[in-house]
């Protein structure tokens, strides 16, 4: 049985990491040390179809993921994945506004907004293309904290396009690392051209 020591890892890895284990690994368990991860590591496991145990101990929470009626790891991912295809030729637009997340406590807000921007690389469907603008255009340039995930994203071809007027507000223009300078009429023909819009 393998055992999958989540430990001291920030959120969402604990989940990412469970759940790339899942497609190999069953029976597998799983030790984290906090509730959230606990919630969220069980949630997954769940939703996907396996049956867990929960089990407190004194140096952490190990949850025992196990087969369920959905059947083997491969069948479950495989129908997932098929689930997801309905989603393959859609045109989703994804746009960021801001260099935090949420409204209230900045510095918790970059904390929630590099877990979403790492988590970006892991999720299904992908957006096809991410709009910086207003604040959000801070994460496009140099030394952002989440410079090497959209690098990745970009390498893996997501589009990225970063306000223009946006960049030159702040005197940014000069250090933007990855995307395209764009302009209101391309950022507004691919809104009104996408299938879904999302704003973070």
């Known amino acids: 049985m393998k055992i999958l020591d989540a430990r001291g890892w920030a959120c969402p890895k604990p989940v990412i990491e469970t759940r790339k284990a899942l497609q190999t690994d069953i029976p597998l368990i799983v030790i984290v040390d906090n509730k959230a991860a606990k919630e969220n590591v069980s949630r997954l496991a769940v ?3 396996f049956q ?3 089990e407190d101990k004194s140096d952490g929470t190990y949850i025992n993921i196990e087969r369920g009626e959905s059947g083997t790891p491969q069948e479950i991912f ?3 994945k098929e689930t997801y295809s309905t989603y393959e030729n859609a045109n989703i637009v994804l746009v960021i506004a801001s260099d935090t997340v949420g409204r209230g406590n900045d510095e918790l807000g970059s904390v929630l907004m590099r877990a979403f921007t790492h988590t970006l690389l892991e999720v299904k469907p992908q957006p096809n293309m991410i709009i910086f603008m207003n604040n ?3 994460l496009a340039v140099k030394d952002s904290l989440v410079l090497e995930d959209l690098q990745e994203l970009s390498d ?3 589009e990225i396009l970063v306000c223009g ?3 030159n507000y702040f005197g940014l223009t000069d250090s933007l690392a990855v995307g ?3 302009n209101a009429y391309n950022i507004a023909e691919a809104l009104l051209q996408a299938n879904k819009v999302i704003n973070l």
């Open 47 to 49: 939703k996907l179809g």
């Open 78 to 80: 495989k129908q997932e």
């Open 156 to 158: 893996n071809g997501i």
């Open 165 to 167: 007027t946006c960049l």
């Open 136 to 138: 959000g255009v801070k």
């Open 180 to 182: 395209i300078i764009s």
């Open 52 to 54: 867990i145990q929960v």
